[in-house]
């Protein structure tokens, strides 16, 4: 057996854990030796804290040597047993509910010495101990700091602690994978020691070179399986794509505004991927509204000019129209553009499909389902997904593989996760980011209103139409649980409707795609002012004459998703306002989140603070990427271990080290589910 093998081994291998045991570790997520591992201690109970009968204090846990009397068996059904015990100072009882005779008299044999730790109760004038758990006539078993684990019901303190020392007496010394240069960090711990002092009581709160020696163990398998995947997609050689900057000019000509600096240096990364001959297989990263649009159209033109096609998706139908349409005006001339959705009528699909083999369609726009359908393209050179956060490390593989090897990828996402996230789920890609907005962006201005006051918001939104300006409506479910529960969105949209007349919309989860969309576009088209809606408004749509977006019982929604909501206004050049509407009485932390956002515009920092107030785990994105979550890393607090682990993988990558070093780590850890497929 290979040394790691014990550990990974199946839980009820472990003797004393049968199988009903088994399956109840199983439950938690624990199925072998290694996931036990992980399951640490919650905190300490000292017992070290030795007391004569006369000094015990009530409620706390202590530890006395007494000795045993008496003992009272009631034949009454439900009046417990009890022992009575004593020392030169007092006297004490211990009660006993549901406890056998037989089992009393064994661990509490009549006038022996015997060590009871336990919390002390006080009754009819007399110390006791309920149930106590830890008794023995050697005080070294007793007088000790155990440790406490989150146990799951059925499993004891007891059995537990057993089985995780079995587990570390029985730890393999493991070929050392991790190099000197990064061991001089940690004081050159190793795996096994590590582990043994991340159990030790002492240590249960505290940190050192052990924890983030695991800790840095657990980023660095992770980054190495994300470069597993990277190098075997650049290792794909592609024919290089051949283009000048004749298009890049002439689209500059037809925008009303000036590319920004990140928009620039973002365009310039991909269209050296387009030129390399390795696959490019990258993210383009930035905020909403930062303008990721027009970057993405001038890579198409690109490919399309070094004779490619290129496909394009979008998460929503109107989306897809929205890019098609802009694509149509600032490339139409140069490409066959062509839209393809559910909307395409039969006939008119058949020809796309005919066309796209012939190589006579240059640009398909559509929805992602165009991922999942059998299209055949000519000659594929570029596929950009909009808007997508749902796709994990193993749909991305799976995309890159399906455009075939000249095929390259860009993805964009407007969720503005924290660089140490980009490092673990999307480790896989290379990442562009346009950090600073357009310059004619001005801050949406962002206020908070107490909903009794709602009044002095329709008086806003009068104003705000007055300046021919239109507004979002955003009504929050009232139970998450219920999609049908939109009641308070048609309220309020009666409420606005007696006032506005005709010029205000509504749509809610139960409408069509068909009466959304319709809806949608009257909104576009400005034929309606305002648009109540429930929860979502499609992500990325662009409609920049909104310029106000109120979000009632914004308290209801987390940090991350107020931000995209808001993002829906300010896309123009115009002032915009974000107005809050909370109850008299929030919590402590929808306070925070409402005053960060009152305070910030920027959705990297807006992350940041939500993950210090949720976690990283809840984030958008973590759940469906594929990555496991962590167990010990933490993206925040460990932030320095990840720059380590990244600059650990440089050099492993520079030196094209060997890989079968980490085979251990790898196998151990296990960080994602792709793993097999890779290697
Ligand atoms: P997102 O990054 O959220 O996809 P979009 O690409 O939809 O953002 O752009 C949002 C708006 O900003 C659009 O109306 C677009 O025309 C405009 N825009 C894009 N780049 C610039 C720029 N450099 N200066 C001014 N406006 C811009
Ligand atoms: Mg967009």
Not at 124 to 143: A, E, F, G, L, W
Not at 163 to 177: A, S
Not at 628 to 652: T, Y
Request: glycine share 4%; proline share 2%; hydrophobic share 35%.
């Amino acid at each position: 057996m290979l040394s790691y093998e014990y550990l990974l081994s199946d839980i009820d291998s472990i003797k004393g854990i049968g199988s009903k045991t088994a399956k109840l570790f199983r439950k938690k997520n624990i199925n072998t030796i290694f996931d036990l591992i992980w399951s640490l201690p919650r905190d300490l109970t000292d017992r070290t804290d030795e007391k004569k009968i006369n000094e015990l204090q009530i409620g706390k846990i202590q530890t006395v040597t007494v000795n045993v009397k008496k003992y009272n068996f009631p034949r009454i059904r439900n009046l417990p047993n009890k022992v009575l015990c004593e020392d030169e100072t007092g006297k004490l009882d211990c009660v006993f509910f549901n406890s056998h005779e037989g089992y009393i008299r064994k661990i509490l044999p009549l006038n022996k010495k015997i060590v009871i730790s336990g919390k002390i109760g006080y009754f009819k004038k007399r110390y006791q101990i309920t149930n106590p758990t830890h008794i023995s006539v050697d005080s070294n078993s007793i007088k000790k700091i155990f440790s406490n684990y989150s146990l799951t019901e059925g499993i004891n303190q007891k059995l537990y602690t057993k089985v995780i020392e079995k587990v570390l007496n029985n730890l393999p010394d493991l070929n050392e994978w991790l190099s000197n240069r990064v061991l001089k960090n940690f004081d050159y711990i190793s795996w096994k020691k590590s582990v043994i002092q991340l159990h030790d009581p002492k240590n249960i709160k505290k940190k050192g070179n052990f924890l983030n020696r695991l800790i840095f163990d657990e980023i660095l398998s992770t980054f190495l399986i994300n470069s597993k995947i990277r190098k075997s997609i650049k290792k794909i050689k592609k024919t290089r794509k051949i283009f000048d900057t004749t298009e890049f000019d002439q689209i500059k000509r037809k925008l009303k505004f000036n590319l920004t600096r990140d928009q620039i240096s973002t365009i310039n990364e991909i269209n050296n991927d387009l030129k390399s001959d390795q696959k490019m297989f990258r993210l383009l990263q930035g905020d909403v509204g930062s303008g990721k649009t027009i970057v993405a159209l001038i890579a198409c033109m690109n490919v399309i000019s070094s004779n490619f096609q290129v496909s394009m998706m979008a998460p929503t139908e109107i989306l897809a129209n929205q890019h098609y349409r802009l694509a149509k005006e600032l490339l139409g001339n140069k490409a066959n553009i062509q839209l393809l959705t559910s909307k395409t009528s039969y006939k008119e699909r058949i020809i796309i499909l005919e066309d796209l083999k012939n190589n006579k369609i240059d640009l398909l726009i559509g929805t992602h389902s165009l991922f999942q359908e059998k299209i055949i393209y000519n000659n594929l050179g570029l596929v950009v997904i909009d808007e997508q956060h749902k796709f994990g490390v193993k749909q991305r593989k799976k995309l890159s593989d399906k455009g075939g090897k000249n095929c390259d990828v860009l993805v964009m996402s407007a969720t503005p996760i924290p660089r140490t996230m980009v490092m673990t789920i999307f480790g896989d890609m290379d990442v562009s980011v346009i950090k600073n907005k357009p310059k004619n962006r001005k801050e949406i201005k962002t206020y908070s209103k107490i909903n009794s006051k709602v009044n002095d918001v329709i008086k806003f939104t009068k104003e705000q139409i007055h300046k021919k300006n239109q507004i979002f409506w955003v009504c929050p479910l009232i139970e998450e649980s219920k999609k049908v529960d939109h009641q308070s969105s048609i309220k309020r949209y009666e409420s606005l409707k007696k006032i506005f007349g005709n010029r205000v919309g509504l749509i809610h989860g139960q409408l069509d795609d068909d009466e959304r969309n319709f809806i949608l576009l009257d909104f576009l088209n400005k034929k309606i002012d305002i648009l109540v809606s429930t929860t979502v408004i499609e992500v990325g749509i662009d409609f920049p004459n909104a310029n106000l977006i109120v979000i009632e019982n914004a308290n209801k929604f987390g940090l991350s998703q107020l931000h995209q909501l808001r993002g829906r206004v300010g896309r123009g050049d115009k002032e915009s306002f974000c107005i809050l509407m909370i109850k008299d009485s929030v919590s402590e932390n929808a306070r925070k989140r409402i005053k960060i956002l009152k305070s910030s515009n920027d959705g990297f920092k807006i992350s940041e603070e939500d993950m210090k107030l949720r976690g990283f785990g809840d984030l958008l994105g973590f759940k469906q990427s594929g990555i496991k979550n962590f167990r010990l890393a933490d993206p925040v607090i460990n932030e320095d271990l990840f720059i380590m682990a990244e600059k650990e993988m440089q050099i492993i990558e520079n030196n094209n080290e060997d890989l079968k070093k980490y085979r251990t780590l790898l196998k151990l850890y296990d960080r994602a589910d792709i793993l097999n497929d890779v290697i």
